[in-house]
């Protein structure tokens, strides 16, 4: 009998000294893998390009925040931390010195992270990245709101009681691993939720209403967030699992490609994920009912098409869009599938708000090369030969062709604004080309 109870002890000890033990290779190996799937070194990489150095600046409402340095540096980095120092981090928003880390560290996701993965993650961290000596920056965001101390007063009202993650009773184990990325390591709500006024997702997942994954509700650089959800103009409605898949692992499909930051999460992090969780996201993403179940749905038309092919270029935006677009996009608005994205019924050009678009055809985008899709293709900027009145009216021409419906009008003063904004973000060169075409 007591030695059954001594074997039993000794079990015990070494399975906590195992689940202590962070430097197994698979464990590490676990680590990065899902150090790809929540995309850390989208914001954490630094200006000069070191993985994981930090100091790349983000725009917030509220000023530029400065990620930190997440390398195992014991000076400059999170070499000290312990794991418990580590989840807290990464789960509550708790830096190693007490301070609250601000919010676009996307702690209120994170918290959702399993144990078993977060002691993978820091194994990774501790044992798989290379110390780098580079000091954090303050971020640049002026009194009072400068302050640490009122954001633990944000965290205990609007994250309080985010839990680990399980699944629901009886849940389908395809949706459960896509809902835990989602709503976990993924952090997606993190843009494509809208945000309330004091600035916390209105929603953390599908439980808290139909805000979640709704799109967001202010552009962010420039950009904005599309609707995840299954509304039939502006989200995924439209869209059947494998489109969807196909878009997450190579940034493209029939119906759009990816452009601002989305672009650095497929080339970053989404490409490098399983077959299975790829899968398994599109899976959840496809099972999430519409924001608004009467919305109304796109239907093909082909009479300005026709009107082109007749050389009728008479309506606003029609002669700039068959200058500068038609080559790629063609007079129907078809595009060229998976290499020149179809304007005709893409969610990016049905949303109400145009802020993507305009920020396009001012500077254009690329396409990343990825597995799968391995050419790169770049659109380029109009901005510097169009002015804010030619850019509205071509905008608005693919907002209302080809049975595209979009709600409002674009004007002159929003192009503007957003040249303005893509401009003081881009720098003093930029901005003499930005304008030119003014």
């Known amino acids: 009998m007591k030695q059954g109870l001594l074997a039993l002890l000794l079990s015990v000890v070494a399975g906590y000294a195992s689940a202590e033990d962070h430097t197994g290779a698979a464990l590490i190996q676990r680590g990065e893998y899902l150090a790809r799937a929540g995309d850390c070194v989208a914001c954490h990489t630094a200006p000069s390009g070191q993985a994981f150095a930090g100091g790349l600046p983000m725009a917030t409402p509220i000023g530029t925040v400065y990620s930190t340095n997440i390398t195992p540096d014991k000076q400059t980095g999170i070499g000290d931390y312990s794991y418990d120092d580590f989840q807290k981090a990464v789960r509550h928003g708790v830096a190693k010195n007490g301070d609250t880390l601000y919010p676009a560290m996307p702690y209120p996701s994170y918290a ?9 993650l820091y194994a990774y961290f501790m044992h798989g990245v290379q110390p ?63 945000r309330s006024i004091t600035l916390q997702e209105k929603a953390l997942n599908d439980d808290q209403g139909s805000d979640f994954l709704a799109g967001s509700s202010a552009p962010v650089d420039g950009w904005t967030a599309n ?17 969807l898949a196909q878009f997450l692992r190579t940034g493209r499909n029939k119906n759009t490609a990816v452009f601002g930051g989305m672009s650095d999460v497929v080339e970053h992090s989404l490409q490098h994920l399983s077959e299975e969780d790829i899968k398994a996201i599109a899976a959840y993403l496809k099972s999430l009912g519409a924001k608004d179940p009467d919305q109304t749905g796109f239907s093909a038309d082909d009479k300005v098409a026709k009107a082109l092919w007749a050389g009728d270029d008479s309506k606003a935006g029609a002669a700039g869009y068959v200058d500068s677009c038609a080559a790629c996009h063609k007079t129907d608005g078809s595009g060229y599938t998976r290499f020149f994205p179809a304007l005709r019924g893409n969610p990016v050009v049905l949303a109400d708000d145009p802020t993507s678009l305009i920020h396009i055809v001012l500077t254009g985008a690329t396409l990343p090369g990825v597995k799968g899709a391995p050419t790169a293709i770049t659109m380029p900027g109009f901005g510097w030969r169009m002015n804010d009145r030619q850019v509205a009216d071509v905008v608005n021409f693919i907002r209302t062709s080809w049975g595209n419906s979009a709600a409002k009008s674009v004007t002159a003063k929003q192009v503007a604004e957003v040249r303005k904004q893509v401009a003081d973000k881009q720098g003093s060169v930029d901005i003499e080309t930005l304008s030119a075409g003014r």
Do not use: K
Request: net charge negative.
């Open 112 to 120: 959702v992270v399993s144990d078993e993965d977060m002691h993978a």
């Open 132 to 194: 780098v000596v580079h000091p954090n920056r303050d971020s640049d965001i002026p009194w009072p709101l400068s302050m640490r101390w009122p954001l633990a007063i944000w965290r205990g009202v609007f994250a309080p009681d985010v839990q680990a993650f399980t699944p629901h009773s009886g849940e389908d184990p395809q949706l459960a691993r896509g809902r835990y990325l989602v709503e976990g390591l993924g952090h997606c709500g993190a843009c494509h939720t809208p």
């Open 227 to 243: 609707n995840l959800r299954g509304d039939s103009r502006d989200g995924l409605g439209r869209w059947s699992e494998d489109d």
